[in-house]
């Protein structure tokens, strides 16, 4: 899948406080089976590039094109191919809908035609992707997990829709280092299957381990859009940028298991 945003202006806005404009004139273009992460510094809009990248959100002005149709204008056209795309919030338990965790993978695969015996057998190789027991949680609410387990689940529900690309805000946010690791493997696995994958995220190893390109956010705009290894090996801009070049996250174990 490609993503395009031409000439974005997006602003956030609340009914108690004023117009806060994060984009002014944004444009991207993101190709398909890219890998792609998106960094900056805390409210640099990254979260923000994702929704519009997804659809979720609609911008002020500018185009957004999905697989070179405009999104927005074809509505139907929209609504179609955003069924193809996976996406993970940053805070996972935003995005849960269902009573159970078992009627979470069936509800979302049955939107993009998966039978109820496939979204099962689905199901069960996720969960265990993530490290997570299926016999045990299945029927568990998915707003009863701890934010790691939280995390792993909103990464084995990306795993078992088999997207054509997929979204992920902060993944390995709270997961500890065995949690990291299988976030990573999760990506990695949805990448060479063909999938074109976009990362924001504060974390150096996550963007050494998954993608490619890096594409950097400033200030509303794009303050450089290269390769990882360039971004990677250039100390003063990760500094720049909020990032340490020997920094290593593996997350906080007592985060990963929470209230288990």
Known sequence: MTFELHNIRYC???????VNEIFRDLSVQIGHGESVGVVGREGSGKTTMLTLLGGLVKPDQGDVRLNGADCLSDKAYGE???LKIAFTFQFPDEQFLCPTIQEEFRDLLHLRGVTAEE?????VEALHAMGMNPE???????FSLSLGESRRMALALAL????EA???DEPTSGLDSEGTERAVQALRALHQAGATIVVATHEVDLLR??????IVLDEGRIALDGSTADFLRDPSLLRRFGYE??????????EEHGND
């Open 166 to 168: 997929a979204l992920f």
């Open 245 to 254: 070049e020997d920094f290593r996250t593996t997350g906080d174990a007592r």
């Open 80 to 82: 179609q191919v955003r």
């Open 119 to 123: 979204s099962q057998g689905r199901m």
């Open 12 to 18: 956030w806005k609340t009914r108690h406080a004023p």
């Open 136 to 142: 045990t949680l299945c029927d568990r609410s998915p």
């Open 160 to 163: 078992a829709s088999h997207p």
């Open 209 to 214: 381990h998954v993608v490619r390109r890096v």
